[in-house]
């Protein structure tokens, strides 16, 4: 599927097909229809689509969109080449599907009143299976074949929410490895450049505010909490490890809160947000490490640099909720030379106030592919590095400076190979 997905980008990219194009698709739920925005042209193309009832999620996985429609409990299968749909595959009535993960040739579609995960067979386009989890489950990620399913714990009949908690499956058969208590209402995960799971738990929407948790998949523990005040919704992870995470906003502004993933600081919460247009929602971000908020209210789409400045307003119509990226400029499916990493990189010394060496693993067969770029703790590029490969690791030397030679300041910065969410956290000292 990779391959013949890279083999149809290049033809069509001779024959200048908007699918050659990258863009932003943004899923309208008041509308139920779909949006598209041209990532290097900023060109809007609305209601590209029409939904199902109350749409409420939308992903890209390869040269797929998945959408999930809650009152009409169904998963649209949409090909990106056309817009077309593809499938529409039904799902238990009245389960109140929420979200979705893809992998590989599974769906997996959370059901928020059924309190189930719904497996979905996307090659011959059936339900497979379905699996219990904990209580009103909203949120679900893949990690190395385990789900990760974040129960928000509501109760239909008061409103309240109970212990927040994210259940952990075997992908395949749906075996309960661990159930992790978090903080209050956990709606949505989103891996770090350390491999921690972030949990945004946004509070009971009264008096217990917002949280991120974050969560080690290697033992399924809780490591620490950050505390963000406000209504944290759905985060996002840049190259530096800094988190973007949506928080509402339903009177003047839409809220934006960011973190240090890494270092578990809060930069921007709830006593000084980054403003939005109204009702910031859905959230993405590019390969170029572009943030784009959906604006329920504002009917909207903001683009924001790392620094939180918004760049680009663009109109969409009838309440956008959900973005997804298809973005091939860094995407490592389309490009077997990239390789992926097998060992730990190592940097030395670290601290270092001069320069830096930098083994970076790759296997044999694949040698002299690595580029390394370096980001800085808000996620902007710093530089790029190339080395001659060994036979079981690239070696780059960094001598604190960005791409047009001018040193770099004291800070924490960030290592990572082209294509690969891994990062190496370095120390500049002067």
Same mark, same amino acid.
Request: aromatic share 8%.
């Given at each position: 599927?990779?391959?013949?997905?890279?083999?149809?980008s290049?033809?069509?990219a001779?024959?200048?097909?908007?699918?050659?194009?990258?863009?932003?698709?943004?899923?309208?739920?008041?509308? +139920?229809?779909?949006?598209?925005?041209?990532?290097?042209?900023?060109?809007?193309?609305?209601?590209?689509?029409?939904?199902?009832?109350?749409?409420?999620?939308?992903?890209?996985?390869?040269?797929?969109?998945?959408?999930?429609?809650?009152i009409?409990?169904?998963?649209?299968?949409?090909?990106?080449?056309?817009?077309?749909?593809?499938? +529409?595959?039904?799902l238990?009535?009245?389960?109140?599907?929420w979200?979705?993960?893809? +992998?590989? +040739?599974?769906?997996y579609?959370?059901?928020?009143?059924s309190?189930?995960?719904?497996?979905v067979?996307?090659?011959?386009?059936?339900?497979?299976?379905?699996?219990a989890?904990?209580?009103?489950?909203?949120?679900?990620?893949?990690?190395?074949?385990?789900?990760y399913?974040?129960?928000?714990?509501?109760?239909?009949?008061?409103?309240?929410?109970?212990?927040?908690?994210?259940t952990v499956?075997?992908?395949?058969?749906?075996a309960?490895?661990?159930?992790?208590?978090v903080?209050?209402?956990?709606?949505a995960?989103?891996?770090?450049?350390?491999?921690?799971?972030?949990?945004?738990?946004?509070?009971?929407?009264?008096?217990?505010?917002g949280?991120?948790?974050?969560?080690d998949p290697?033992?399924?523990?809780?490591?620490?909490?950050?505390?963000?005040?406000?209504?944290?919704f759905?985060?996002?992870?840049?190259?530096?490890?800094?988190?973007f995470?949506?928080?509402?906003?339903?009177i003047?502004?839409?809220?934006?809160?960011?973190?240090?993933?890494m270092n578990?600081n809060?930069?921007?919460?709830?006593?000084?947000?980054?403003l939005?247009?109204?009702?910031?929602?859905?959230?993405?971000?590019?390969?170029?490490?572009?943030?784009?908020?959906?604006?329920?209210?504002?009917?909207?789409?903001?683009?924001?640099?790392?620094?939180?400045?918004i760049?680009?307003a663009?109109?969409?119509?009838?309440?956008?909720?959900?973005?997804?990226?298809?973005?091939?400029?860094?995407?490592?499916?389309?490009?077997?030379?990239?390789?992926?990493?097998?060992?730990?990189?190592i940097?030395?010394?670290?601290?270092?106030n001069?320069?830096?060496?930098?083994?970076?693993?790759?296997?044999?067969?694949q040698?002299?592919h690595?580029?390394?770029?370096?980001?800085d703790?808000?996620?902007?590029?710093?530089?790029?590095?190339?080395?001659e490969?060994?036979?079981r690791?690239?070696?780059?030397y960094?001598?604190?400076?960005?791409?047009?030679?001018?040193?770099?300041?004291?800070?924490?910065?960030f290592?990572?190979?082209?294509?690969?969410k891994?990062?190496l956290?370095?120390?500049?000292?002067?």
């Amino acid at each position: 599927m990779r391959q013949l997905a890279t083999v149809l980008s290049a033809i069509l990219a001779i024959t200048g097909s908007s699918f050659a194009q990258n863009y932003a698709y943004i899923l309208n739920g008041l509308s +139920e229809t779909l949006s598209r925005i041209n990532l290097e042209s900023g060109a809007v193309e609305n209601d590209i689509l029409t939904l199902g009832v109350v749409p409420n999620h939308v992903v890209c996985n390869d040269d797929r969109l998945y959408v999930v429609n809650s009152i009409s409990a169904s998963l649209q299968v949409i090909a990106i080449e056309n817009n077309q749909v593809v499938h +529409e595959i039904p799902l238990p009535v009245n389960s109140n599907p929420w979200n979705v993960a893809v +992998e590989s +040739e599974f769906a997996y579609i959370t059901g928020f009143a059924s309190s189930k995960v719904y497996k979905v067979n996307l090659s011959s386009a059936t339900l497979a299976d379905s699996f219990a989890t904990g209580q009103s489950p909203e949120g679900i990620i893949i990690i190395d074949d385990k789900l990760y399913i974040a129960n928000t714990a509501f109760n239909p009949v008061d409103f309240s929410y109970g212990q927040g908690s994210v259940t952990v499956l075997d992908a395949g058969d749906g075996a309960l490895i661990a159930q992790v208590n978090v903080g209050k209402n956990p709606q949505a995960l989103a891996v770090g450049p350390d491999d921690i799971i972030n949990v945004s738990c946004t509070g009971d929407y009264a008096a217990i505010t917002g949280s991120i948790y974050f969560m080690d998949p290697q033992d399924n523990t809780v490591e620490d909490s950050l505390a963000t005040g406000g209504n944290p919704f759905m985060p996002v992870m840049n190259a530096g490890g800094i988190g973007f995470v949506t928080a509402g906003g339903w009177i003047d502004h839409g809220y934006l809160f960011s973190y240090d993933a890494m270092n578990r600081n809060l930069l921007r919460g709830s006593d000084n947000p980054i403003l939005v247009d109204i009702g910031a929602m859905g959230i993405a971000i590019d390969s170029l490490g572009y943030i784009y908020t959906a604006n329920q209210l504002g009917n909207s789409i903001n683009k924001l640099n790392s620094a939180g400045d918004i760049l680009a307003a663009y109109p969409v119509p009838g309440g956008p909720m959900s973005v997804a990226i298809f973005d091939t400029r860094t995407n490592i499916d389309a490009n077997p030379d990239i390789p992926r990493a097998t060992d730990l990189p190592i940097a030395y010394p670290n601290p270092f106030n001069g320069s830096v060496t930098i083994n970076w693993p790759e296997s044999g067969d694949q040698a002299g592919h690595v580029v390394l770029e370096i980001f800085d703790l808000q996620g902007r590029l710093i530089t790029n590095l190339t080395a001659e490969a060994g036979m079981r690791a690239s070696r780059f030397y960094w001598d604190g400076s960005n791409q047009v030679g001018e040193p770099v300041s004291t800070g924490i910065y960030f290592a990572r190979a082209k294509g690969l969410k891994q990062a190496l956290k370095l120390v500049l000292l002067k």
